[in-house]
């Protein structure tokens, strides 16, 4: 199952008025929810290669930003995470990624080592840094949280 990387829908449930997306031990999980609380239980549906692409660029967001468990988090189409914590569900509207100017030129500096989603090649420059330090966008990102406390990594970009 690991392998496949699927999703599913369970089709008896919305969350504040969206349905989300479920990894299968996410959707073990919530079947057992189900189960204590004796709420009806009919259906899961697999997500549509569409909408698969559509979920794996939100959960590549949410993994920029944070430590995302999969196991106890679910996503919405629209960008919201559903995480499951004391038996109820709390909602979290993710930020929607906007297109980033890269630096012009091509880069002698090495990129970060830290493993990233969606890593564009492209190399970012600090705006609250003094130097040439370059980093990839997730590394941006991860440096402006933990270093500036700017949690929208647009913010942090050089221009």
């Known amino acids: 199952m690991d392998d496949l990387d699927a999703r599913f829908w369970c089709k008896d449930c919305s969350i504040g008025g969206a349905e989300y997306a479920r990894t299968w031990r996410n959707s ?3 079947f ?9 239980f009919h259906s899961w549906e697999s997500v549509s290669a ?5 979920i794996a660029t939100r959960e590549t967001t949410a993994c920029t930003f944070e430590k995302v468990d999969w196991n106890i988090v679910a996503m919405s189409l629209d960008g919201r995470a559903a995480t499951l914590v004391g038996g109820e569900y709390k909602i979290k509207t993710l930020p929607v990624p906007k297109p980033l100017q890269a630096l012009a030129g091509p880069s002698s500096t ?9 890593n564009d090649g492209r190399k970012y420059k600090c705006r609250l840094c003094p130097g040439n ?3 990839i966008l997730g590394g941006l990102a991860m440096h ?16």
Request: glycine share 2%.
């Open 50 to 54: 569409e909408d698969r692409a559509t």
């Open 32 to 40: 057992q929810q189900h189960s204590s609380r004796w709420r009806p």
């Open 110 to 118: 090495k990129s970060s080592t830290t493993p990233v989603p969606a």
């Open 133 to 135: 330090r370059e980093f």
């Open 28 to 30: 073990v999980l919530h």
């Open 144 to 159: 402006s949280r933990d270093k500036h406390g700017i949690m929208n990594v647009e913010e942090a970009i050089r221009r």
